[in-house]
């Protein structure tokens, strides 16, 4: 994907780009914070954290910002105490952007988390501690929030003309604006951005928009 269409949607996604810009702005904060502050807490791991989302987030929209968080996740599990549960939310908050991790995401955290408190030798107890953390947090969230899906779908210029011709009484074979490899994987990566199970839902909801 071109630059300006990774602009293009970054832009038309107002609170994922200002995620982007707050991660960008405490890269330089802890920056700073190392040189003035007398507290060591790792802000290199940290600094390098928001750096790793803000480049996911702009490569790959939603889904960047999930592989970011969970990446994170993984990493700060080594340096945090193990009473530091910050780490959990960021990999729930990396399964609502991203629903299709959420059956492999929490054992790739867990293994991590396991992995990191044997280096530690912490003993089984802190693990299952964190464990049952793991599993409250997730059903509060569940239980409290539902999915938030996109208020207005967010699609490139190519997307919008693909579902123009669908809209139209068009069959997906029938439309001669791209091969249909291409066709297939734009299909396929709007209704990713946006959460929609099936073209059929992201065409409905591209149509109620219209």
């Known amino acids: 994907m071109k630059l300006r269409q990774r602009i293009e949607l970054l832009k038309n996604d107002k609170k994922l780009a200002l995620m982007f810009l707050l991660h960008l702005l405490l890269i330089g904060l802890h920056v700073y914070e190392n040189y003035v502050g007398q507290i060591e807490y790792h802000w290199h791991l940290r600094a390098g954290g928001c750096a790793v989302i803000s480049l996911c987030i702009f490569l790959f929209g939603r889904k960047g910002l999930s592989y970011g968080l969970m990446i994170f996740a993984c990493a700060l599990v080594y340096i945090n105490n193990f009473y530091n549960y910050a780490t959990i939310f960021f990999m729930l908050i990396a399964i609502g952007a991203n629903p299709k ?16 408190y044997s280096q530690k030798r912490l003993g089984i ?13 997730h059903i509060k969230m569940d239980y409290v929030f539902e999915t938030h899906r996109p208020e207005r779908l967010n699609l490139t210029e190519d997307e919008k003309k693909i579902l123009a011709e669908l809209a139209s009484g068009k069959l997906q074979k029938e439309i001669d604006l791209f091969s249909q490899p291409t066709i297939t994987q734009k299909l396929k990566n709007a209704r990713e951005r946006n959460l929609c199970e099936t073209t059929a839902d992201l065409l409905a909801k591209y149509m109620k928009d219209a």
């Open 101 to 116: 991790i959420r059956k492999t995401a929490p054992w790739f955290y867990l293994v991590n988390v396991f992995i990191a």
């Open 125 to 137: 107890t802190p693990f299952l501690i964190h464990v049952i953390y793991c599993v409250m947090f």
